[in-house]
Every structure is written in structure tokens, then in C-alpha cells.
């Protein structure tokens, strides 16, 4: 053999050799990760794929359907971003009906929604809707309104909650409900007044204040310092109930809850800021949840306009805020016409994935956030939206900005902190009861990774969950 040979024949060998420790580090790492004590009786769907080549990197039963929970945003919000665009912006308008005769308005004054979760929302869009209102009535030359303050929530039928969510969830803030007109969040504050452990909290107040709203309290006090309390009731019924424990002896004591009915406090705040700047109502505040048939044409006399979609997406993705990603799935499934209802937006993502080309199969999809446990999806198609996301989407890096860093910012701030692909993984979580997952991209050494990791019904800590999942995602940079 000549020496060109020979060296060619080594430098082979060598490849070869370092390739096949790479695959065996990583077999053994999936191995490791399947054995880990609390994932022997889990369901587990996982897969790792280089996404220029598609090659796989690592697989565990990938076609397999596994609870998502807060992953299921990204299929949202990717489908949002190409449909809708980056900078599409919900908007709120305020109308009339009728006609001005010596500053009397001989009609309505309509809050027409059209879905923005941004309205006085703590994070972000319009915080002074009111005043803004008020001066476009006063603008008009109105001093008094004949008729109602009728917030017009027409554009999605009157069902704020996926009827897959639990009754665990419902009532309770993170599960507050998304209507065509919603405001703060849709988030109210209860303060509680504690006493000795054991003894029944008091209900102290409520902010902001919702007419004809009450609580029944059955949450007691305890030796805590937490606060381990749920709020049971349905939507639009201004009942709630509270049941668990909060920390005793509290003069004041906070919780969130979901504000039963925005839009109809939103036609109470503007009819309240009216007349206390002096313009008669001789209507009421009401809610209208259809359109009606030969209505009176209407003026618009104010337009309020959320911030653009990417920024709302960027915050569903690292916030993981389910309040924005159940207006933008509704919003989506409008499209279908008006008055929708909850599956509407299932139906039109789930048409737009597929006509992308990806295995829609593997999407069963029954809410916009991924609080309901009947949603269902594989790590392969995952895999697959985040390498056509990569690789054809038309607004790829929007996407890619608005998931959060591992070990840097939001839900995943703490994830592969201080290891070697810490600032290296744009990454989505998703946690619920006994369910763990990720799916997002790893950089590593000029190649990404598309992942997605899900986890089911694990025993023990979440804490060794999350260790033997970090193990896995850094076999991919051995």
C-alpha cells in the first residue's frame, strides 16, 4: 500500500471511529434516559432530527401520541405567524348607531371586539381605553345616549372555554376564559383575610370590582407560607368557589381567579366612565353574543389597535401565556365565520399544517394553549413543523425569536443552566400534572437540531424528570 493510501485509509478509520463513538454515546444516553427510575411505566415519544439533512440523531417511539401540554403553542402560534403575518394587529371599535341631535344620541354606543388579549393587559396594548373612549364620545358632540352600552362580542360564539378543559382549570386564572371582547387578562384579584390554621379564610375584596360577582370560600388556613388554593365555576356565572389551603394568619392574602363575564364589565366601566364625566346614559350596560338580524347601520368613532402579532406571539412563547394563545387560536378559527365555535381554530391549523405537507395524523388538537389533556401529538410531527419552520416558512426567524433561551429567559430560564448548551437551545415547555415536555431547536458547533421530547405519566419528582431529560438533549453535543 503507498503512503497516500495508507494515510487516506486512516483518516477513514478515524472518521469512522469517532462517528461510531458518537452514535454509542448517543444510544447509550437514550438507554440511560428510558431507564431512569420515575420513566420506566411513563409514555414517552421523543426525537431528535438534524434539520438541514432530516437525518435522525436520536428516537423513542416518535409516532407514538403523548399529552403536549404548553408545546402545543408553538403549533399555534407557527400556523399564526404564516396566516396571519407578523405584523397583523387585532382590533376593538367603538361605534354608534342612530343619530346625534342636539348632543343627544339617538341609539347605541357598540364596543365591537375583535379578539385582542391585549386590552388594559398587564403586559402589553392599550391601558387607557377608557379615556380614549370617552373623548371619542365627547369628540362627537354627545352629552347624552338615548339607548344601551352593548359590547358587541359577536365575532366567536359565547363559549370562552374549550369544553377538553378540566373543572380543576376552570375559573382560576390561568384558565380564565377568551372571548371576541376580554379585557385585564381577563384576570380578577381576590383578597383573603386569614386566622388560625384550620379556621375558613375570608373573602376581604376583589379587584377590579365585578358587579353581582361573589365567592364562596372553603379554603383554609394552614402552616405554609404558599399558596395551594383552586377556584371552581363556569363561565359567565358570577359564582365562584374556592377550596384548598393559604397561609394562616394573613391580614391580607392574594389570588387570581378568572373575571366571569369581560365583555359585559367592559360595557360597564365605559358606561360608568361616561357618567361620571357627565354624559347621561338612560340605557344599561349588556352584551351582545349574535348579531341581529336588520340592525341599525353603525359609525365607527374610534379604532384601538393591539401591538403586532409577533410581539403578542413572543410572549406566548416565553411566558407560556395561555390568555394570548387561546384569542390568537380563536381568532384563526373566526376565519371560519362568524359566531365559531372552540374547534373551529383546530379545524384551520390543522388544514393549514397539512396542506404544508406534514403528517396531520399525528395532531389532535383541542385548544390553542394546551391546557386540555385530550390534546395529543407526536414528537414526529413536532419535528416536522419545526424543520419546515426552519427551513421553508416564510416568517422562520419571527418564529425562532419568540421561543426563549435555555438557561437565559423565560419557561426555560433554568433549563441546561451552566451546562454546555446553555444560550444554545430555543426551546418551548410544556408541564402539566405528571406531564413534562420540549420541543425546539439545538445549536451546536455550525448544525441545528429539531426536538421534541414529551413525557406522560412519570412517577417520583419532576426534578429527576427534568435531569434525565437535560441528559438526553446534551447527548446530541458529545
Known sequence: MNPFMRKHTLWVLAISLLFNISVFSQNKALQDFISTPSLRRANISLLVKNAATSNTVLEYRSKTCAIPASTTKIVTTAAALEMLSPDFKFETVLQYDGNISNGVLNGNIYILGGLDPTLGSKYMGTQDFLSQWLMAIKGMGIEE?????????????????????????????????????????????????????????????????????????????????????????????????????????????????????????????????????????????????????????????????????????????????????????????????????????????????????????????????GLSTMNAITADFLVSLLIYEKNKAKYSDEFYESLPVAGVNGTVKKLLKGTKLEGKVHAKSGSISRTQCYAGYIEWKGETYAFAVMVNNFSGARNSVLKAIENVLLSVAN
Open 145 to 369: 345616549i338615548s339607548g344601551n352600552i352593548i359590547a358587541d362580542a359577536s365575532l366567536i360564539n359565547n363559549q370562552g372555554i374549550s369544553p377538553k378543559w378540566t373543572w380543576e382549570d376552570m375559573g382560576n386564572y390561568y384558565g380564565a376564559g377568551a372571548y371576541a371582547l376580554s379585557v385585564y387578562d381577563n384576570i380578577c384579584t381576590v383578597g383573603f383575610k386569614t386566622g388560625a390554621p384550620g379556621t375558613i379564610a375570608e373573602v376581604v375584596s376583589c379587584s377590579p370590582d365585578l358587579p353581582d360577582f361573589s365567592v364562596k370560600s372553603y379554603v383554609k388556613a394552614a402552616n405554609t407560607n404558599s399558596d395551594d388554593s383552586y377556584f371552581y365555576g363556569a363561565p359567565l356565572i358570577g359564582e365562584r368557589t374556592i377550596y384548598g389551603t393559604l397561609p394562616a394568619n394573613r391580614s391580607a392574602f392574594y389570588v387570581k381567579a378568572d373575571i366571569y363575564n369581560p365583555p359585559l364589565l367592559l360595557a360597564q366601566r365605559l358606561c360608568n366612565e361616561l357618567k361620571s364625566n357627565g354624559i347621561q346614559v338612560d340605557g344599561k350596560p349588556d352584551v351582545m353574543w349574535k348579531k341581529e338580524k336588520g340592525a341599525r347601520m353603525r359609525v365607527a368613532i374610534h379604532v384601538i389597535e393591539s401591538p403586532a402579532l409577533s410581539e403578542i406571539v413572543s410572549d406566548i412563547n416565553h411566558r407560556s401565556n395561555n390568555h394570548y394563545a387561546e384569542h390568537v387560536y380563536r381568532y384563526m378559527g373566526s376565519k371560519q365565520g362568524e359566531g365559531t365555535d372552540t374547534d373551529a381554530g383546530a379545524n384551520v391549523i390543522k388544514s393549514y399544517w397539512k396542506s404544508r405537507g406534514l403528517d396531520t395524523e399525528g395532531l389532535l388538537q383541542f385548544d390553542g394553549c
